[in-house]
């Protein structure tokens, strides 16, 4: 039979539309009731899974996935995400302004037969790692959007005027395509105009921005992320829908993220409070990438079983390359 944890990992995929991670806990179940005797349940578990595969090749029609073309090449990146926000552990605030801005969203019609406008312009601030970047890719997933992330090094040229320029384009991009649109590292283009290391283009560009996300009415999500809030030119502020702050995940967060990371796989032998005081301080996606370190660590070794020496030193690592990356930096 499947563990507690199992079927709760099962429940949280169904409830969250997630058809992906759901087939994945199914082997996970499969293979656990294959290594306690129960064969025939395992193979079961398998062929069912395997026709829902066969299934879903067959009978869904294929997603186009947008590919910047022309002038676009080099500005945008685009991919259609599978992340939820399921997949996240967040506070019951940032869960509850984010679960309103899909709300608003999806009923962006019925909002407008009324004169109003859903909320489409938001601004993620807090620390590295903090889940930021991740939260675009969810909101993408939970709409069914491509996440279109403006890459930096493309866009900010060193000649005057080419930058606003390219701007333009993406602005232009996304009032034709509807899609999550990322500006991450937002502080790049949008430092504060009176900063003493300030030039002349820079202060160009951010005087583009503001007026193309003034005037903008498409029907994309515009997502700013930044981890410096602080160097940010105060006029964007008024110009986003939404400020969402987001900070290092505290105890009970980290835990659950923990747990939930990890539910597919056998934890009973994990000490969940141990391993929380293993993971203090650390960023959220630090903490996932353990977690994943110590997963793949039990599927090759063949038990599923994931122990709280095996996590914990997957923890401590993560945090010793983290730290050393710090330094360098």
């Known amino acids: 039979m499947a563990t507690a944890?199992?079927?709760k990992?099962?429940?949280k995929s169904h409830l969250g539309e997630d058809d992906d991670r759901f087939l994945v806990v199914a082997m996970q179940v499969a293979a656990h009731a294959a290594r306690h005797?129960?064969?025939?349940?395992?193979?079961?578990i398998r062929t069912l899974v395997d026709d829902a595969k066969k299934d879903r090749r067959t009978s869904a029609s294929p997603v186009p996935l947008a590919r910047p073309r022309?002038?676009?090449?080099?500005?945008?990146?685009?991919?259609?995400?599978?992340?939820?926000?399921?997949?996240?552990v967040l506070s019951c605030s940032i869960r509850?302004?984010?679960?309103?801005?899909?709300?608003?969203?999806?009923?962006?019609?019925?909002?407008?037969?009324?004169?109003?406008?859903?909320?489409?312009?938001?601004?993620?601030?807090?620390?590295?790692?903090?889940?930021?970047?991740?939260?675009?890719?969810?909101?993408?997933?939970?709409?069914k959007l491509p996440l279109c992330t403006i890459l930096l090094h493309g866009l900010i040229t060193r000649f005057m005027g080419e930058t606003a320029a390219k701007l333009r384009l993406v602005f232009d991009a996304l009032a034709e395509h509807r899609g999550v649109y990322l500006f991450?590292?937002?502080?790049?283009?949008?430092?504060?105009?009176?900063?003493?290391?300030?030039?002349?283009?820079?202060?160009?560009?951010?005087?583009?921005?503001?007026?193309?996300?003034?005037?903008?009415?498409?029907?994309?999500?515009?997502?700013?992320?930044?981890?410096?809030?602080?160097?940010?030119?105060?006029a964007l502020f008024r110009r986003f829908d939404d400020i969402v702050e987001y900070t290092v995940a505290p105890r009970e967060l980290v835990r659950q993220l923990l747990r939930d990371r990890l539910a597919p796989f056998d934890v009973k032998n994990v000490d969940w409070e141990v391993a929380a005081d293993s993971a203090?301080?650390?960023?959220?996606?630090?903490?996932?990438?353990?977690?994943e370190a110590a997963a793949k660590e039990a599927v090759l070794a063949e038990t599923l079983q994931v122990t709280t020496t095996a996590l914990t030193d997957a923890l401590e690592e993560r945090r010793r390359g983290a730290r050393k990356f710090a330094q360098r930096d």
């Open 70 to 88: 022309g002038d676009l090449v080099g500005l945008l990146s685009a991919t259609y995400p599978a992340t939820r926000l399921s997949d996240m």
């Open 184 to 234: 991450d590292e937002f502080d790049s283009i949008g430092g504060a105009r009176s900063a003493q290391n300030d030039v002349g283009e820079i202060r160009r560009v951010l005087n583009s921005f503001l007026l193309f996300l003034e005037q903008d009415e498409s029907q994309s999500l515009i997502v700013a992320a930044t981890n410096h809030a602080e160097a940010l030119d105060q």
């Open 96 to 143: 509850s302004r984010l679960d309103r801005i899909l709300r608003e969203s999806r009923g962006r019609e019925t909002l407008s037969r009324h004169g109003l406008r859903p909320r489409r312009k938001l601004l993620l601030i807090g620390p590295p790692g903090s889940g930021k970047t991740m939260t675009a890719s969810a909101l993408a997933g939970e709409l």
């Open 37 to 44: 005797g129960h064969g025939r349940m395992a193979n079961d």
């Open 280 to 291: 203090s301080g650390m960023s959220y996606a630090d903490v996932v990438q353990a977690c």
């Open 5 to 7: 944890e199992q079927i």
């Open 9 to 11: 990992a099962l429940i």
